[in-house]
């Protein structure tokens, strides 16, 4: 087994950020170093984008990603461990929701509005799913790109994890957005796990036992807690997910 465990991350708190020390911090990052600790391995984290993860993983690039949303897609390409977070859709809008929208079905309505997705990410489909046209669609590499972009008004919404959306503005308060829940009717809540490249048997099993320790511990619950999560997003506890 290697001594070091790399560990691929995205500028996307609550889950992963490099904060005003130059420290990685995030509810994924702190359960991953917890994991090392307990493995006696270093956590290497390697910064990348979204769409570069899961190819990362089968070009060996890194041993770990941040946690994914878990699907039958997903699930052919890389294994997943037990699942570390359930967590509900979200748009992210300018300041005070001019257009009132109340999920992707309102936005589909608005046949002028534009909505921004995360190249790879769920919501792309999940837009798709609830009628939005594909020409409607803009698609950005990162958190921040899309949000930069419904504030200066290229798109209207951006869609991701309303976690996520309020773990961006908690470090941008004056930023001129707010954050629609989408309903669970559109979107329910899904689990998401740390994926791993296909073959990676033995260290998928080590991290799986240590995460059946820790999720839902003291520690973990007050460290979860701290960045935003509730009991329910926060404390899964089922089988694992691969």
Known sequence: MPKKMRFAFLQEPPFCFIDGSGRLGGSDACLAKRVCLTLGLELLPIETEFAELLP???E?????????FI???????VDFTRPIWMLADGLLVAKDNPRAFDGYRS??????????VISGQIQHRTALQNAIQPERLRIFATQAEAAN????????AYASVALAHRGYLSRRPDAPLDVVD??????????GAFAL????????????????????????????????????????KSKRAA
């Not at 060996?60 to 994914?68: F, Q």
């Not at 699907?71 to 390409?77: E, M, Y």
């Not at 936005?107 to 921004?116: P, S, V």
Request: proline share 5%.
């Open 56 to 58: 990362g993983l089968a």
């Open 182 to 191: 989408v309903p669970a009717v559109e979107k329910q809540p899904a689990p």
């Open 197 to 236: 490249a296909k073959g990676s048997a033995t260290l998928l099993q080590r991290v799986d036992l240590c995460l059946s320790d820790l999720l839902g511990s003291p520690w973990h619950r007050e460290m979860m807690s701290g960045y935003g999560f509730s009991e329910r997003s926060a404390f899964v």
């Open 107 to 116: 936005i589909a309505n608005d046949r002028t509005a534009l909505i921004g």
């Open 71 to 77: 699907s039958d897609d997903r699930r052919k390409l």
């Open 60 to 68: 060996d690039r890194w041993d770990i990603t941040t946690g994914l």
């Open 149 to 156: 972009a419904v504030a200066a008004g290229v798109v209207h």
